[in-house]
């Protein structure tokens, strides 16, 4: 079932008034008034402000070229395909394609006019549509103003739980493959990159809007919180784009082992594996600490960069290229490596995150 939003309802509610205060006033055509008070109710005050002064520009723009045309060339059929022709081009050319079909509608109205009344009418609709554009920016303004920084930080949680979920998952899909089908999860792949599309939208509304946010850092600037979203939201589509890679690795590692007669998985391959397995662990414990830290606005103890995991990881290798040699195994130790260094990159660049915003300067290993 569709959800009914606010803007919905800010939007049918500025058409009655609009309707209304036109038709007190006995001002025509009120309907023109209400397609600008629709036009005009944009999903951020800033966009709603921004598009009001250009569909003035637009509506003048329009009026003049009618009130032009009209008393050199009279309010006929063909004066009107032309001005229309003319109207576009300027509006094109002034950057305002937005505005073509409303400056339009407003040449043809005032041509529309008997001669003698060209300048009435085209001052009659030029205050339709202002009276279309104030009510919907009072009332965008006042009634449920948007709070896309409150929004985005929603989504944003949500949006790193599955994309840290997804990445962990092709690690754990990696590890776990041995002579079964494939597993890729498409559907948490695809609501990932929806999610981050949707963060991103988000962002940048946020920003429009000449503020930041509505909440505020116990020990950080609160103008800082946007620029530290924007780069948990790059965070989390590198992520995907990672555990994407991970995955086009499992076809050729079930092919070449099928081929090979799915030999069984030695001691030494299976400590490398368990060492893998223990890095998606740590994505997680540097994950929550990063959440806490731009979504819960809450402190969080630094993270060490060290080279312990990726020591143990260099051993396990050691010990099992000792043992087996030959291209088979030359394959599965590439495919190991492919899929460390994508943990390496994920694990380091969050820790650099949650350093970074906390001002440790460690964090730029």
């Not at 803007?7 to 600008?36: D, H, Q, W």
């Not at 992520?239 to 082992?257: F, G, H, T, W």
């Not at 830290?293 to 290798?317: G, H």
Request: proline share 4%.
């Amino acid at each position: 079932m569709y959800k009914i939003g606010a803007r919905i309802i800010k939007t049918g509610l500025a058409v009655s008034v609009t309707m209304y205060i036109c038709r007190l006033l006995n001002i025509e055509p009120a309907l023109f008034g209400a397609v600008s008070a629709v036009v005009n109710m944009q999903p951020s005050v800033y966009l709603t402000l921004k598009t009001a002064r250009e569909q003035i520009v637009v509506h003048i723009l329009g009026a003049v070229v009618g009130l032009a045309f009209g008393y050199v060339l009279g309010g006929n059929p063909l004066t009107m395909g032309i001005a229309a022709v003319f109207v576009i081009a300027l509006l094109v050319n002034l950057n305002l394609k937005s505005g073509l079909l409303m400056g339009i509608v407003a040449t043809i109205f005032v041509l529309s006019s008997p001669a003698e009344q060209f300048l009435t009418h085209a001052l009659g609709r030029t205050a339709v549509i202002l009276i279309g554009l104030v009510v919907a920016m009072l009332i965008n303004i006042m009634l449920w103003p948007p709070r896309h920084s409150h929004l985005l930080n929603k989504k944003l949680r949500a949006c790193n739980d599955v994309a840290v979920n997804y990445f962990c998952q092709a690690v754990q899909d990696f590890v776990s493959l041995e002579d079964q089908e494939i597993p890729v999860p498409y559907t948490q792949r695809e609501e990932a990159n929806k999610l981050i599309e949707e963060c991103r939208l988000l962002a940048e509304r946020a920003r429009n809007e000449r503020h930041n946010t509505g909440y505020d850092y116990q020990f950080l600037d609160p103008n800082h919180w946007l620029p530290l979203a924007e780069q948990l939201i790059h965070y989390n589509d590198v992520m995907v784009d990672k555990a994407n890679q991970i995955y086009e690795l499992l076809p050729s590692r079930l092919e070449r082992r099928v081929q090979h007669g799915s030999l069984p998985i030695s001691s030494e391959f299976r400590s490398m594996l368990d060492i893998l397995e223990k890095g998606g662990s740590t994505i997680k414990r540097v994950n929550e600490k990063l959440v806490t830290l731009v979504c819960d606005k809450s402190r969080v103890e630094p993270e060490e960069i060290s080279e312990n995991y990726w020591e143990n990881l260099k051993e396990a290798i050691d010990k099992w290229h000792k043992k087996f040699t030959g291209n088979y195994y030359l394959h599965a130790l590439i495919e190991i490596g492919v899929v460390a260094n994508e943990i390496r990159w994920v694990s380091r660049e969050g820790k650099s995150l949650v350093n970074g915003i906390l001002g440790n300067k460690s964090a730029n290993d």
